[in-house]
């Protein structure tokens, strides 16, 4: 098969099904599960087909035109590390997949479950195999949203809803735009959104770290990761993600979807690693997340939520470690990063697995209520000690060789940093590492060991059937094999995936013993420190419970809910500051912004007034008429009852007619006449249905404020009107003449203004009559299909 | 002589008729609904057409009584031509909806006349090349969506008092902009001698190039802002719109929301890049900043809504301050954003009004509080809706997530960081409420006694389908945004050369 094909038919397969999946399950009912199921299979196997190819160290990359005028392609760019995330989305959906089918009852929305699930693993493969960013940036969306909709699988649960909403704003809005911004950025320096472009241009590379815009980038895209991640500030949607069902924990919010942000790291690692900048926010949070995170688990008593913070911790081993890489041997820390990263999403998920399992059987998940459920579980007991021994890094399993690893990337920065770094960075390291030894322990003895717990355990408490089994001992069993043999993973993955970040062939050699060193020495403090604290582990979280109440601001969850959990009502405030409610203080922005277009261009243009030439030649009688058009102005103002008002307001009307009669308009006159006739009786028909007198009185200070706005109104349009009445500039000359010279000529009429308003702009009084028309409409309308409703 | 020629003038002529012909038919209602979906369809054909020639030919001028630019001249150029297509499709779609949705009184007395007069306006807007003509048009804008903002749905939901308060508002708001309008068009026409906009903008280009300019034009041409702002509904002019848009009749907010608030958006570009083009480092600053000022103000004020209709009516003044940045950077790629970002509103929230349309057809309520886990009953409208949100709050693959892009993209390539990054921080509001909104309607608890009351009703088929039409554009852009963004960028690039429009209505004159 074509290999570009296979790959499309990975991302595109589980997003077609996905549609179909709700008409599907109409058919073959509950058995939907395997049916999605075998389309995770179908397109881990459309994976392994191209993967010898990948091993080989070659990638494929292949792209199509698809918004040319904007520059973005639709294109596949398949490496290693790539690769290494689509096996888990694939496979790790696949055992998932398998999973749910026994673990989500029948009772449930499984067309709904399923689908989701699809269109979550197409859409994370998509992602990675994303050959441009923006390409990236529409799968990255979906993966956020499909994980919304996840965790609010149960919809009618409160908690369900805050979780989904919570990893929504963080993820897809905070972190999302964000991303987009940075990428937006990358391309301004850039001038492409196509990756393998940058990754291959050498000083594209040196461009962008000489950029002014460099760090803001940077600092965009490191958000985006981290936000999807988990790590830094953002850590606190991943526990309330917890609230999805567990299969999808498991799937989303351990294997996959979180390390999407650690993809992107990687992915991005070529471009801005090397810089101090880069050191700094990758590893410095790294660093802080795991130990915080590492602490913070200790508290849980919902394993779940211990799973969440451990998983924020692990996720934040993997940052730090691709923030280390910066200086004596890059590829020390990528590989160490890159085999956790694979390590972490094996023994993670059989451990949500795990739980999904004890709370189905002993219907808790809560640490207190369970314990010594070793007799009538061993199968799990077994699978789960070695899910939680790889996590604490023991060996032989495969967690022990990464955190080692860990250990020597540590040891390495911190040297190569100097003082006082060659202590430091080791020192949080292994703080970390004894936290995860402790929490894992407890996972084991909590559950398995000590006393049954009968109060609150059911009678009887069994393994359950092999369909549930199965996924999470394959994921053991994985485990253990690449532990015990490091080298499988290490030539048929991680090289590829590493010499995907550092664009150069890589071999690199592990093994389970590797004699006495540093990292073997810290690993033994690690065990001896973490049984100590094992020991204060109870203390530990009473602690932690204390400090929370007596100190509840203390809390980045508190900030959370302060700005968004009260948002609608802080919002509504606002609003409502603003939408007061009476039209008069909506008029005044109109007025003010009529006053500030006068203003603005005198003031800030500092425009220059062109001189003007007035005349005051008018004749007695025209002066009369004015001095009688400003008295009836102030009266229609000042009188305090409406029937004078309106009559004053009238008086203006017909005083205006007698100027027309002045300026030789003969017919404005008269029509402005009969317009006026009508309108005030109309008014006063009106106006003598309601109370005569104005009841409010308006207080002194409104009504100068009031004043003095009409008075500036009026000026700002009277000093428009002064100049816009000298007479049109030169060379031109006034449309007018053309129609005094031509009227008789082409139209013959004798009257100007009747040709004007027939013939030379009929459609404007056509457009007049419409709205004579509409009113008329728009009254009947009111009165007819009102007056028989109740 | 081929009678297609004349179709611009039938893009404002057939509403005109049909409307009076609504007025005959009304013994006949189903013969009228029947009459107005085929008049719709053939205006939308005609549309298409309309647009198709401008695309092929280049813009085309109309004379009205074959006066030249002494009398009034319609235009089509692309951004005209593609303005009365999307309202031509927006009203169809529109007046599906309201076949079932509307009351059959209402529909019978008046509703489907002042439809049409609806339609011509906004075509009459769009394509005249004369202000005073604009003017016009914006009456009949104006007075038509009042008539149609009280129309009564099925659902008693709006006590008649709220929308007379609303109209009230709308009318008096829009009728003292307008005042400001006809003061400075009386300006224009004082100083330049016309009120052909072509002849405007030709005589403004030569004094500007003589520096013979009046500076009085600079307030007059800012107090434009008045007027357009007015229409569009920016900050500090928005204050109608939140009380107009939910208590209109669904179809009718769709309408509003839609392609109404566009109005103004497209006086400023016609105005500004056609008139004062000469002028436009004074004026896109100021854009701008009432563009950013809006985003905030609508985004903000959306977050504290407990009614659906309320929420979307919030975000339409958000969304057009986005439009409106693009319109004040200015650059083509800006322009065409901005034009991107209008479509996909126009659609997207027209879309989400009628969807909180067959919400409240079927709950007999807007008011969020006593909504929820619709998801459960309605899982057609939830989805619906989610397309909708996810459109509006720019995620992918919807046309909001391309027009986002697209705006921000041209924002960070043109250098205008500080806008760009107040749009995007004031996106994650929108985001936030508008998914907190589908989460309190289609997730939680159901509410007791939603369905109790008397007066629901199902959403019929016509309803839905309109639906579903608008789902698949969102769909259809977001997925394949090529032939739009080509279009939007050479329609831009015909904006910032406003010689070709007056090339096109009066031949042979070079400012």
């Known amino acids: 098969m074509n290999l570009p094909v296979a790959v499309v038919l990975a991302i595109f397969l589980p997003f077609f099904f996905a549609i179909l999946v709700p008409y599907l399950e109409r058919i073959v009912k509950h058995n939907i599960g395997w049916f999605s199921a075998l389309i995770g299979l179908i397109s881990f196997l459309l994976l392994v087909l191209i993967s010898p190819e990948i091993i080989r160290g070659e990638v494929i990359h292949y792209s199509v035109s698809w918004i040319p005028s904007v520059g973005v392609d639709f294109g596949i760019y398949v490496d290693g590390l790539s690769l290494l995330i689509a096996f888990l989305a694939s496979g790790i959906g696949f055992l998932i997949m398998a999973y749910s089918t026994e673990y989500m009852s029948h009772r449930e929305d499984l067309a709904r479950y399923y689908q989701y699930i699809l269109l979550f693993m197409g859409s994370m493969i998509g992602m990675v195999f994303a050959s441009n960013t923006i390409q990236l940036f529409i799968f990255w969306e979906l993966t956020s949203i499909t994980s919304f909709l996840l965790i609010g699988f149960w919809r009618n649960k409160p908690q369900s809803v805050y979780g989904a909403k919570k990893s929504l704003i963080l993820t897809a809005g905070f972190g999302g735009l964000a991303l987009l911004t940075g990428i937006l950025l990358l391309r301004a320096i850039t001038g492409t959104f196509d990756i393998p472009t940058i990754l291959a241009d050498e000083s594209l590379k040196v461009l962008i770290k000489e950029h002014d815009l ?140 795990i739980v999904g399992i004890v709370a189905h059987e002993a219907a808790t998940r809560d640490i207190k209520k369970l314990g010594g459920l070793r007799k009538e579980m061993p199968i799990t007991f077994v699978i789960a000690t070695i899910g939680a021994l790889s996590m604490a890094g023991v060996p032989p399993l495969n967690g022990f060789l990464s955190k080692e690893m860990f250990y020597e990337a540590s040891v390495d920065i911190g040297a190569s940093l100097g003082q006082p770094y060659n202590l430091l960075i080791p020192m949080i390291a292994v703080i970390a590492g004894v936290l995860t030894f402790a929490y894992s322990i407890k996972i084991i003895d909590g559950i398995f060991l000590g006393k049954r717990n009968d109060e609150h355990l059911p009678k009887k408490v069994h393994d359950p059937s092999i369909i549930m089994l199965g996924p999470a001992a394959i994921l053991a069993f994985i485990v253990v094999l690449f532990g015990i043999f490091p080298s499988i993973p290490m030539s048929f993955i991680i090289e590829p995936a590493v010499s995907g970040i550092i664009l150069e062939d890589i071999s690199i050699y592990a093994s389970l013993w590797h004699g006495f060193t540093v990292e073997l020495l810290m690993t033994v403090v690690t065990f001896g420190l973490g049984i100590i604290i094992y020991k204060k582990y109870d203390a530990i979280a009473n602690w932690q419970d204390e400090f929370n109440k007596k100190h509840p601001t203390f809390s980045l969850n508190y900030y959370y809910d302060e700005i968004f959990g009260n948002a609608t009502e802080n919002a509504k405030k606002i609003s409502l500051k603003f939408q007061v409610g009476p039209i008069r203080a909506y008029l005044f922005p109109i007025v003010l912004i009529a006053i500030l277009s006068v203003l603005f261009p005198i003031i800030i243009l500092s425009v220059e007034l062109t001189p003007i030439t007035f005349n005051f030649e008018t004749p007695p009688y025209e002066l009369i008429v004015f001095i009688l058009i400003i008295t009836t102005a102030v009266m229609a ?13 009238s008086a203006l009307g017909f005083l205006i007619g007698i100027v027309f009669i002045f300026l030789l308009a003969p017919d404005l006159a008269i029509t402005q006449i009969l317009a006026e006739t009508l309108t005030t009786i109309i008014f006063v028909l009106v106006i003598s249905k309601v109370p005569q007198t104005f009841k409010e009185k308006i207080p002194r200070n409104i009504l100068y404020r009031d004043i003095l706005i009409s008075l500036t109104v009026a000026s700002t349009v009277f000093l428009i009107m002064l100049y816009a009445t000298q007479g049109i500039i030169e060379p031109f000359e006034s449309v007018s003449h053309y129609f005094l010279e031509k009227s008789i000529l082409l139209t013959g009429g004798h009257n100007i203004v009747n040709v004007i308003l027939v013939d030379f702009r009929s459609l404007d009084t056509l457009g007049e009559i419409v709205v004579i028309f509409l009113a008329a409409l728009g009254v009947y309308n009111l009165l007819h299909s009102r007056g028989e409703r109740k | 002589m081929n009678i297609l020629e004349h179709t611009i003038v039938f893009m404002i002529a057939i509403p005109f008729l049909v409307a009076s012909l609504m007025i005959l038919t009304r013994p006949f209602p189903e013969i009228q609904k029947k009459l107005n979906v085929l008049v719709s369809i053939v205006l939308l054909i005609l549309s298409v057409y309309l647009f198709s020639q401008v695309w092929q030919n280049g813009i085309i001028a109309y004379d009205i009584g074959d006066w030249g630019k002494y009398g009034i001249v319609l235009v089509a150029d692309l951004l005209s031509a593609s303005m009365v297509l999307l309202s031509s499709i927006i009203t169809f779609l529109a007046l599906l ?169 497209y006086g400023f570009i016609r105005f500004y890049y056609l008139i004062f083009e000469g002028n436009l480092e004074i004026f896109q600053p100021i854009i701008i900043f009432l563009g950013l000022a809006t985003i905030i103000i609508g985004s903000i004020s959306a977050v504290g809504q407990d009614d659906i209709k309320k929420v979307l009516a919030y975000h339409s003044i958000g969304q057009i301050g986005y439009v409106f940045i693009g319109i004040g950077m200015g650059t083509v790629y800006a322009l065409a954003a901005a034009l991107i970002y209008l479509i996909n509103h126009a659609i997207s929230k027209s879309m989400l009004f009628l969807v909180s349309g067959c919400i409240v057809h079927k709950i007999g309520t807007r008011d969020m509080r006593k909504i929820g886990g619709l998801s459960s009953t309605e899982p057609f409208l939830g989805l619906m809706f989610l397309v909708g949100i996810m459109s509006i709050s720019g995620l992918p693959p919807t046309s909001g997530f391309i027009a986002k892009f697209v705006l921000f993209d041209a924002g960070i390539s043109g250098g205008f960081y500080i806008p760009i990054l107040i749009a995007v921080i004031f996106s994650l509001f929108t985001l936030f409420s508008m998914f907190k909104s589908w989460q309190r309607i289609f997730w939680g608890e159901i509410k007791d006694n939603i369905f109790e009351k008397e007066n629901i009703h199902q959403n019929s088929k016509t309803m839905l389908s309109s639906l579903v039409i608008m789902t698949v554009i969102i769909f259809v852009i977001g997925l394949y945004a090529e032939p739009l963004i080509a279009i939007t960028l050479e329609t831009a690039e015909q904006i910032l050369d406003p010689q070709l429009y007056i090339d096109a209505i009066i031949p042979g004159e070079v400012r």
């Open chain 1, 214 to 353: 460099f760090l803001g980038t940077l600092f965009l895209i490191f958000i985006g990761a981290a936000a999807k991640s988990a790590q830094g500030p953002f850590y606190i949607w991943l526990p309330n993600a917890m609230e999805a069902p567990t299969p999808v924990s498991a799937f989303l919010h351990s294997a996959t979807m979180v390390k999407a942000g650690l993809y992107l790291i990687g992915r991005v690692h070529p471009i801005f690693s090397g810089t101090e900048a880069w050191l700094i926010m990758v590893a410095g949070t790294g660093l802080v997340t795991m130990v915080v995170a590492g602490f913070l688990a200790l508290r849980q008593t919902d394993i779940k939520g211990l799973l969440a913070y451990s998983t924020i911790s692990q996720l934040a081993y993997i940052m730090a470690m691709y923030g280390y890489t910066t200086y004596q041997d890059p590829s020390l820390g990528v590989v160490a990063a890159t085999y956790h990263l694979l390590n972490h999403a094996t023994f993670k998920a059989t451990l949500f697995l």
């Open chain 1, 637 to 649: 103002a000042i009188i305090p009852s409406y029937l004078p008002a309106v009559i004053a307001v």
């Open chain 2, 97 to 265: 909806f309201s076949l079932d949705y509307i009351d059959d009184k209402s529909q019978n007395t008046t509703y489907h006349s002042l439809y049409n007069l609806l339609i011509a306006g906004l075509n009459g807007t769009f394509l005249t090349g004369d202000l005073f003509n604009l003017f016009v048009f914006f009456e009949i804008l104006l007075i038509a969506s009042c008539g149609l903002l009280i129309a009564n749905e099925k659902v008693e939901i709006t006590p008649s008092s709220h929308k007379m308060e609303a109209v009230y508002k709308y009318l008096i708001l829009n009728i003292i902009a307008t005042l400001f309008m006809l003061v400075a068009i009386a300006s224009l026409y004082g100083t330049l001698g016309t009120l052909n906009m072509a002849d405007m903008a030709l005589r403004i280009g030569y004094m500007n190039e003589n520096g013979t300019l009046p500076w009085h034009l600079i307030p007059t041409a800012l107090l434009f802002i008045v007027v357009f702002g007015n229409k569009a509904a920016i900050f500090p002019l928005h204050f109608w719109l939140p009380d107009a848009h939910p208590t209109a009749p669904s179809p009718i907010s769709a309408i509003l929301s839609g392609i109404l608030i566009k109005v103004g958006a």
